[in-house]
């Protein structure tokens, strides 16, 4: 399958991971909106949050799980942003489930 985040998980496109587990793998974004900013996602290919059901929910859980352990390791004490682009109007670029968290400043108020 062409897919680039796939392809991260993999090993053939290199990425600066900061977490791994059997299920998630999470890397720092090559364009970072701040301080911090890592994505999320499942290893198992799941398109969008428009894809989760029954069968692959467990894979959310996990990186809902890892979060904060994330979080933590990236020292975000003072809070952070958790986002999911999902679809067009989203303007979701990479079909891959992906969960940014962003955070090390104050960020701002309205929606993106
Ligand atoms: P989206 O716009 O789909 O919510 O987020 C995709 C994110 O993937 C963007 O923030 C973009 O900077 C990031 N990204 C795109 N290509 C690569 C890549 O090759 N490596 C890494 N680490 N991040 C990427
Ligand atoms: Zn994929």
Do not use: W
């Not at 059997?22 to 970072?32: G, L, M, Q, S, T």
């Not at 890592?38 to 894979?59: I, R």
């Not at 999902?86 to 400043?105: M, N, P, R, T, W």
Request: hydrophobic share 40%; charged share 20%.
């Amino acid at each position: 399958m062409d897919c680039l985040f796939c392809k991260i998980i993999a090993g053939e496109i290199p990425s600066t991971r900061v977490y791994e587990d059997e299920k998630v793998y999470a890397f720092r974004d090559i364009n970072p909106m701040a301080p911090v900013h890592v994505l999320v996602v499942p290893k198992h290919h799941v398109a969008s949050a428009d894809e989760v059901n029954t069968a692959n929910s467990g894979d959310v859980a996990a990186i809902f799980e890892a979060i904060p352990k994330i979080a933590a390791a990236e020292g975000l004490t003072n809070g952070y942003r958790v986002i999911t682009n999902c679809g067009e109007d989203a303007c979701q670029s990479v079909h891959h489930l992906h969960f940014h968290i962003l955070g090390g400043k104050k960020l701002p108020d309205q929606m993106a």
